[in-house]
């Protein structure tokens, strides 16, 4: 099942986002030290269900389980706000390759093109992430920028990857 989160599943998001800091430092620009020590408030604002909340996150569920993320930011500057970003996705490894990021990505972009004015979605992926580039790649995103040493990790510095995807046709 995916739903989306609300304020109260606060405590488990962040679980599983420390979880996928601290398991995949080359994936993710966030560091589990850096989360680690932000108030429950902030992991709650992120997922409020106002009407006019500039993000989202949708969970994937294994009965009670939370097992996969993936959020969805919107800019709010007057001449950025056609543009929306994907962040934040991952699935627990024993749960990959049964569509679940497929889903999660469904829904987020399903939010993406019912909002009004917004018109592309753009994420960052490293350089060599081929399940995550698949998964874009299935969606319709295209890369149009490749950012060398985007990303200071403990093996050195990625390269990132730019994809987009235009919501309308
Ligand atoms: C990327 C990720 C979210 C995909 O989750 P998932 O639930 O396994 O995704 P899906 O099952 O919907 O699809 C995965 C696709 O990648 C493919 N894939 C898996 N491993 C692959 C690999 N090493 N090389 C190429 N493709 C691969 C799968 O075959 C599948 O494609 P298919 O349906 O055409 O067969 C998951 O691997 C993950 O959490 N990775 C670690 C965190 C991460 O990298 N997040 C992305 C940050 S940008």
Known sequence: MTRRLRPEDAPTYRDLMLEAYAAHPDAFTSS???RQVLPMAWWEGRLSTDTHANECVFGAFDASELVGVAGLSFQTREKL???CSVFGMYVRPSHRGHQLGDGLLCAVLN???QRHGVSLAQLTVTEGNRAA???YERHGFVTYGIEPQAVAVPSGAVTKLHMWLPLRA
């Open 32 to 34: 589990p030290s850096e």
């Open 81 to 83: 706000r056609h543009k």
């Open 111 to 113: 939010v993406a093109r």
């Open 133 to 135: 580039v698949a998964l």
